[in-house]
Antibody, heavy 122, light 108 residues
Framework: QVTLRESGPALVKPTQTLTLTCTFS??????????VSWIRQPPGKALEWLALIDWDDDKYYSTSLKTRLTISKDTSKNQVVLTMTNMDPVDTATYYC??????????????WGQGTMVTVSS | EIVLTQSPGTLSLSPGERATLSCRAS???????LAWYQQKPGQAPRLLIYGASSRATGIPDRFSGSGSGTDFTLTISRLEPEDFAVYYCQQYGSSAWTFGQGTKVEIK
């Protein structure tokens, strides 16, 4: 069974750096075709893709946010970490991690974590 | 970056009716890289359709996807009570993934 779980602070102050961890099980990020993404959703708004890391350690970022984002993986711990610098109240959102398995569903996000709500406020 | 525009914003229908949701792209999208998701309040999105027309594991056959180029459609043949939710389309292209703004299917 494939599962993903997000963890990180529920509250950060403006200008701080946010660090989120996605811990997953049921697959390996060293397997060809496997990827993990971060996606966020402000309250009442649409989904926004942020970043993706693949089995070959290639990294892709949202054009509008790439200067603030860093994604990395620790294959031995089955974890993917996202850092976002210079947080602002507009970054308040639920942050999801999600798997892509190219063999199972091409470039879609087939399994999602339950999400973690992050509020940016002083 | 490819922009996806979904219509209508809200669809008011009764159980048993047919729902047709539209997703239009600002430039051509490979059919292999167009997906649809369902999201209920307080829950994570769930993958329904990938590759424009392939149902994800466990998705009932009342959900179907079609389209190519810049115009894609999600059809729910007969709405069940559990189908009232928000639906998002999503595409991959040029090393970036984008979502539409969503269509809410509500009970009439």
């Amino acid at each position: 069974q494939v599962t993903l779980r997000e963890s990180g602070p529920a509250l950060v102050k403006p200008t701080q750096t946010l660090t989120l961890t996605c811990t997953f099980s049921g697959f390996s990020l060293s397997t060809s075709g496997m990827c993990v993404s971060w996606i966020r959703q402000p309250p009442g708004k649409a989904l926004e893709w942020l970043a993706l890391i693949d089995w070959d350690d290639d990294k892709y970022y949202s054009t509008s946010l790439k200067t603030r984002l860093t994604i990395s993986k620790d294959t031995s711990k089955n974890q993917v970490v996202l850092t976002m610098t210079n947080m602002d109240p507009v970054d308040t959102a639920t942050y999801y991690c999600a798997r892509t398995s190219i063999a199972a569903a091409l470039n879609a996000f087939d399994i999602w974590g339950q999400g973690t709500m992050v509020t940016v406020s002083s | 970056e490819i922009v996806l525009t979904q219509s209508p914003g809200t669809l008011s229908l009764s159980p048993g009716e047919r729902a047709t949701l539209s997703c239009r792209a600002s430039q051509s999208v490979s059919s292999s890289y167009l997906a649809w998701y369902q999201q209920k309040p307080g829950q994570a999105p769930r993958l329904l359709i990938y590759g424009a027309s392939s149902r994800a594991t466990g998705i009932p056959d009342r959900f179907s996807g079609s389209g190519s180029g810049t115009d894609f459609t999600l059809t729910i043949s007969r709405l069940e009570p559990e189908d009232f939710a928000v639906y998002y389309c999503q595409q991959y292209g040029s090393s970036a993934w984008t979502f539409g703004q969503g269509t809410k299917v509500e009970i009439k």
